[in-house]
């Protein structure tokens, strides 16, 4: 059973914008945590962003502050990244991911989106 869906993803320049989507049931929306990880071909899953269950808080990795921009729409159950100003290093498979607090933060979710791709061109 898929419990998180992303959306969003695809080819841009650098410099340009993308917006992420990850929607998920009420259960798992108004209850945990979510955040976002990444993955770029060679290295290991990373952590990007996540965003408390009540959506008042929110936390970045160091190399998209100021770039990216997590937030939750609760009337369509979603979590979005917003991606600003794009650089080849973001290109990675994009992943959604919910859980219990503090296990996304660590890496450890309980829940796993299936991943969207996202390729920056120099």
């Known amino acids: 059973q898929v419990e998180l869906t992303e959306s969003g993803g695809g080819l841009v320049q650098a410099g340009a914008s993308l917006r992420l989507a990850c929607t998920t049931s009420?259960?798992?929306?108004?209850?945990?945590?979510m955040g976002w990880f990444r993955q770029a071909p060679g290295k290991e899953r990373e952590f990007v962003a996540d965003?408390?269950?009540?959506?008042?808080?929110?936390f970045y990795t160091n190399s998209v502050k100021g770039r990216f921009t997590i937030t939750k729409d609760k009337t369509k159950t979603t979590m979005y990244l917003q991606m600003n100003r794009l650089k080849p290093e973001d290109t990675a498979v994009y992943f959604c991911?919910?859980?219990?607090?503090?296990?996304?933060?660590?890496?450890?979710?309980?829940?796993w989106g299936q991943g969207t791709q996202v390729t920056v061109s120099s």
């Open positions: 991911a919910a859980g219990p607090e503090g296990r996304v933060r660590l890496g450890v979710p309980e829940y």
């Open positions: 009420d259960r798992i929306f108004n209850n945990y945590p």
């Open positions: 965003i408390n269950w009540s959506g008042t808080s929110t």
